[in-house]
């Protein structure tokens, strides 16, 4: 058994060696992923929590720019911070003090919003168990060759992750929610991101297979925000994702930084707080894996030799609508305020009641058996 | 003649049935702030209703062609508006929007139920203009009697099949401007739409974006019909915020862009300019602009038309940037002849009082107006404290139509035809109660409060100057918006603004309050009865203190009794 894999080990090494594209094509075919989804959530509501909606934003940013697109990204931001009246530059969520860098952008499109970010919708996009009028931007379309981004922020605390103030998630119900995935097959490998007070608690629960983790703190651990500007007069960013958005702002998407060096992000000395990761769970060397498998979406082109010949084009066959032979209907406005058929619209139909007489007559009817009953004697304490 | 009439088959076969128009039309107003208003037309004349499959869009989106033919819509009007328009200080609006988002839609007679159908709808809405429209249900939607006609052409209303809701908390923001824009034929590249970035958009006092689709007369025999699709955006520049106090507004300055071209598949594009109060326009370089007048809104207003088809706008720089100075004391601002105001009325968290004023400023002519009130269930409103006044007597309304509300399944709906007597303030008010809501009900955010929507007041409002009744002549297409039927009056609609309540909240720290006061109470009280009952009491020697110790110790030396 072993001497055959030995030997068609050599055989392929002979035949990778070769060619320089074999090379590349080989590096292709590592990750086993077709397409790439992220699912951004921020979770926190109200003006003071500005840097979570910039966090969430700014990894949004990044993973835009890296190649994958709206339609596969679902983001998820419990308010609105650009169009807030205490924004003193409307329609900007800015990351950087001195508004350098703008990164809500000109072409945003935001999934969940407001209060429809809850628990309950979160769950249920990872999961897919979705209502069927659920339009297709509110969906994760994941399949088994998918490789999801998942980048929480808010505030949390040892073991849950508060939800706009008035609910949580606990660190078993997403690990839950992460084994229904995979049993699911609706994912290949997931990166899970998380920046929070005592972020490493909500990856400890986990127990599925292709599951890596990182977080901004370690349980006990408080995560620090960067720094407030003087001009808007609140927090922008949190330190572990500034620095996180920082690194990715050198990565491209030809990129072959890996893994390891995002476990290098914001060592203690820039965060304060110990960042924490986990890979125990996931199959490849993380030294393996490429930030671009996660963060990117490097599309895998096939390049064939066949030729194929196209048809000729499909004539569009026109209706052509018989005019003259049928009566032509006269279509004309409408009155936008017909007055006096107003006045004279007939009444809707109100809801049936039993006619008065009929009531009347039910009262005289256990007035009667009542008085029958007891004696006439109780009359005369009525009239 | 046979191989003529071929030809003239072919002819009209090849020929384009879709239409791409772009406007926009700059209006200074009296306080110093300017009012920009793009309007988007496309016209197509396409069948979706009668089962041909269409599976070629060329001008017209198909995302809303979809939505068109699945949910066998007639008609639908969409907005979502950012801030209130003050009628006092701007006059009336072109395309009138209440704040948040308010969707109204006509569906044809062959749907058979029409709720459900309303929702799928809503939610496909929400994935397309990216706005939490799904929180439209049953409890905002009402089913209007009298207002909101249809605004495109038909011959039968019957308002089962119409379905109306506001969300007076939807937020707007650029993620609804990126997917409108991205509806246009020519996105955001070319054209009349370069101009909206939305960093200068959202720095307003007013904001507006809207869609709206009806079937429209594509001639004057009205014999055929073809689809229209209009965005309309409306904005209003604040004259300290954005125009540093100076009444002087350049495109440059409005929208951090100057035009260069017009976008190549419209059929005309083209700019509007009021110049009726004599603002002095200019620009980099000679143009000559078409001077043009126009009756809108009851009022013959002057144009300065700048054309973006023709090349030589743009001349040798191939920017168009244009310069509007005025001043205060020019010109006489119309004062708009219907205006409406509400407010809630009352103290505590019990009850209360929903106040609607109504204000008639035509000197001499009443006229008719319609007001839709849909109040959410858990106002409870009393209809029999129902009362209108105009001028202190009682006015009795020609039409009221009332639908109550049922906890938790639908919302109040009040309409009523009231007449309004001429130079006179029209006050409607009723009484309601809060309700308690049960805990899962409430907002993450309660104390901010419950919104109400705008009440809607639809008149038919008396004209200063005859209207234009001929509906299919090339007019500008601010003016040709709502249909005028007679010269005498023109339609309009007005929101009011929405109410902000609070209902009774409850504390939500409470239960961890409780618990660590039950806890505390029990502990404290079974604890010490507890020791009371079972603890025993046993006499002891106390062991002496270090100085009485010492002093024994040196008595004992000394030979004499130790101390007690």
């Known amino acids: 058994m072993k001497i055959p894999t030995l030997l068609s080990l050599f055989a392929a090494c002979f035949v990778a060696g070769s060619a320089n594209i074999e090379e590349n094509v080989g590096q292709f075919f590592s990750s086993g992923h077709t397409n790439n989804w992220a699912v951004l959530v921020c979770t926190s509501r109200f003006w003071f929590n500005y840097r979570h909606v910039a966090n969430t934003l700014s990894v949004y940013r990044s993973v835009k720019r890296l190649g994958i697109p709206d339609s596969h990204i679902v983001l998820m931001l419990a308010d609105d911070m650009a169009c807030n009246h205490r924004n003193p530059k409307p329609a900007t969520v800015f990351s950087h003090k001195n508004m350098e860098l703008n990164v809500y952008g000109d072409d945003v499109e935001v999934d969940y919003r407001g209060y429809e970010v809850t628990v309950e919708n979160f769950l249920r996009v990872l999961t897919g168990r979705l209502p069927p009028s659920t339009p297709r931007s509110k969906r994760l379309l994941s399949d088994d060759r998918s490789n999801i981004l998942i980048y929480l922020t808010g505030h949390g605390g040892n073991g849950f992750l508060k939800f706009q103030d008035s609910e949580e998630i606990s660190n078993v119900e997403l690990a839950d929610a992460f084994e229904q995935m995979w049993q699911k097959r609706r994912y290949n490998e997931l990166l899970f991101i998380i920046d929070t007070c005592q972020g490493a608690s909500m990856y400890e629960r986990f127990y599925s297979p292709n599951l890596m983790a990182l977080a901004s703190s370690q349980v006990g651990e408080d995560s620090l925000s960067h720094q407030p500007d003087l001009a808007i007069g609140v927090h922008l960013m949190d330190r572990y994702t500034f620095y996180l958005l920082e690194f990715l702002e050198d990565i491209h998407p030809a990129s072959k930084a890996n893994m390891n060096d995002l476990f290098k992000v914001c060592p203690k000395s820039q965060c304060v707080s110990t960042p924490g990761h986990r890979t125990d769970l996931f199959l490849r060397d993380p030294g393996s894996v490429l930030i671009t498998d996660f963060f990117g979406s490097v599309r895998k082109v096939e390049i064939t030799t066949e030729t194929i010949s196209l048809t000729d084009p499909i004539k569009q066959v026109e209706e052509i609508a018989v005019h003259g032979e049928q009566e032509k209907e006269t279509y004309s406005y409408v009155d936008q305020l017909p007055v006096s058929e107003i006045i004279h619209q007939k009444p809707k139909q109100k809801d049936w009641h039993p006619p008065d007489g009929f009531i009347l007559g039910l009262w005289t009817l256990i007035l009667l058996v009542f008085f029958k009953s007891y004696g006439a004697k109780h009359l005369k304490h009525i009239f | ?427 409607v008010t009723v009484q309601f109660e809060r309700a308690l809501l049960k805990w899962t009900e409430y907002t993450p955010d309660p104390n901010h409060g419950f919104y109400v929507g705008s009440s809607v007041i639809s008149a038919l409002v008396p004209s200063m100057v ?58 404290v009280g079974y604890g010490s009865l507890y020791n009371l009952l079972t603890r025993s009491f046993q006499i002891e020697e106390p062991n002496p203190r270090l100085a009485k110790r010492i002093a024994n110790v040196i008595r004992r030396l000394r030979g004499v009794p130790p101390l007690a």
């Open chain 2, 1 to 427: 003649m046979r191989y003529v009439h071929d030809l003239q088959l072919l002819v009209t076969l090849t020929h384009p049935k879709d239409d791409f128009q772009e406007e926009l039309v700059i209006r200074p107003l009296q306080s110093g702030d300017v009012y920009a208003s793009f309007q988007f037309r496309t016209l197509w004349e396409t069948d979706f209703m009668k089962g041909n499959k269409v599976s070629h869009y060329r001008l017209f989106p198909k995302s809303l062609g979809q939505v068109i033919s699945k949910f066998s819509v007639r008609e639908l009007h969409i907005s979502f508006t950012q801030g209130y328009w003050r009628t006092m200080q701007w006059g009336q609006p072109f395309m009138p929007s209440p704040p948040g988002a308010e969707l109204w839609v006509w569906f044809q007679d062959s749907v058979t139920d029409v709720d459900g159908t309303w929702k799928e709808l809503t939610n496909v809405l929400s994935g397309i203009f990216c706005a939490s429209l799904n929180f439209i249900d049953s409890t905002n939607t009402v089913q209007p009697s009298a207002s909101f006609k249809p605004l495109g052409i038909g011959n039968v209303t019957d308002h089962r099949f119409l379905r109306y809701a506001t969300l007076p908390r939807e937020i707007v923001c650029t993620e609804n401007l990126t997917p409108w824009k991205k509806l246009l034929p020519c996105g955001s590249k070319a054209g009349l739409a370069v101009l909206m970035k939305s960093e200068k958009l959202f720095h307003s006092s007013f904001h507006s974006q809207a869609v709206h689709i009806r079937p429209v007369c594509q001639d004057s025999e009205c014999t055929t019909t073809s689809w229209e699709l209009r965005q309309t955006l409306n904005v209003v520049f604040d004259l300290h915020t954005s125009g540093q106090g100076k009444r002087e507004w350049s495109l440059f300055k409005m929208f951090s862009r100057t035009l260069t071209e017009a976008c190549p598949l419209a059929s005309s594009s083209k700019i509007y300019i009021d110049i009726t109060d004599n603002p002095q326009v200019s620009f980099l370089h000679n143009i000559l602009s078409l001077k043009i007048q126009a009756v809108v809104l009851g009022d013959r207003r002057t144009f300065s038309v700048y054309d973006l088809t023709e090349a030589n706008t743009f001349g040798s720089m191939r920017s168009l940037n244009l310069l509007i100075r005025w001043k205060s004391s020019e010109g006489d601002m119309l004062r708009p002849l219907l205006h409406a105001e509400r407010y809630v009325a009352g103290y505590g968290l019990q009850t209360g009082e929903i106040h609607t004023l109504m204000y008639n400023y035509h000197p001499f002519r009443s006229f008719p107006i319609l007001l839709l009130d849909s109040v959410p269930w858990y106002l409870r409103l009393y209809i029999h404290t129902l009362t209108v006044t105009s001028k202190g007597k009682d006015n009795k309304p020609s039409y009221i139509h009332y639908q109550p509300s049922k906890d938790r399944v639908r919302p109040h709906l009040l309409e009523m035809l009231v007449q309004l007597p001429p130079n006179s303030v029209t006050e």
């Open chain 2, 466 to 523: 005859a209207m234009d009744t001929n509906n299919t002549k090339e007019r500008p297409l601010f003016s040709s918006f709502f249909p005028c039927k007679e010269e005498s009056s023109y339609f309009v609609r007005i929101y009011t603004e929405p109410l902000l309540v609070n209902l009774p909240t409850p504390d939500f720290s409470m239960p961890y309050n409780v618990i660590c006061l039950t806890c505390t109470v029990v502990a």
